[in-house]
């Protein structure tokens, strides 16, 4: 018993030497941010489409998309949470009682006021109301959201498609996810962060289900 006294003492001061956490180690998750519609029942809706690429914001004039491994793995992963959640993804925006569209923020800052009906003041190739059917032709948003979205940040929306009764509807933001985070000097480390963020922001909306 005397011998495990001095390994006992030296795993206690290691210990207690580790009782915060790193604020390094923690500058690497990304922060999530969510928000929704308060009075859509996520369960009146089944079918959902997402587009199969990223779109990039950019300094660009020109329309940008993101079609590489790494952005199949961010549209898997939000195919996959959708699943979990009882959505079932469909390949026509016409049967879709739902659409999710993601972007990136790769090189420029933006300040977004909602609401707005001119979403990113007409950046070129943003999923318009016009993408998602010819009944659209603004946005609506029921709740105030007001963010500085920062270089090296995800956001990702799902937009009522139910509504195709008339023309010139508007289209309907029933759930948001802002993800902003530090880029690092690694590819796979930055898939994983944002991968972890996304898991994180249907962990924070126990109310997006269809079950």
């Known amino acids: ?70 952005a199949n793995y961010i549209l898997e992963t939000f195919a996959e949470n959708m699943a979990a959640r009882g959505f079932v993804q469909v390949d026509s925006k016409d049967e879709a009682d739902l659409g999710l569209q993601v972007s990136y923020i790769e090189n420029v800052r933006y300040f977004v006021d909602y609401p707005n009906t001119n ?39 799902l937009v009522d498609l139910t509504d195709k009764t008339g023309a010139n509807r508007k289209l309907s933001i029933v759930w948001d996810t802002y993800m902003a985070g530090l880029k690092s000097g690694s590819p796979k480390l930055n898939r994983n962060l944002v991968i972890q963020a996304i898991e994180q922001s249907f962990v924070q909306s126990p109310y997006l289900t269809n079950e």
């Open 119 to 157: 979403w990113w003041w007409g950046y070129p190739g943003y999923w318009g109301p016009g993408y998602w059917g010819p009944y659209w032709n603004s946005w609506y948003y029921p709740y105030p959201v007001v963010y500085s979205y920062s270089v090296n940040s995800f956001l990702a929306e």
């Open 1 to 70: 018993m005397k011998k495990l006294i001095p390994i006992l003492f030296v795993v206690a001061v290691m210990t207690a030497c580790q009782k915060e956490p790193s604020l390094s180690e923690l500058d690497d998750d990304y922060v999530v941010f969510t928000d929704y519609d308060k009075s859509a029942n996520f369960g009146d809706y089944l079918t959902y489409y997402l587009p199969d690429s990223v779109l990039l914001i950019t300094n660009s004039d020109k329309a940008t998309y993101w079609t590489n491994d790494d």
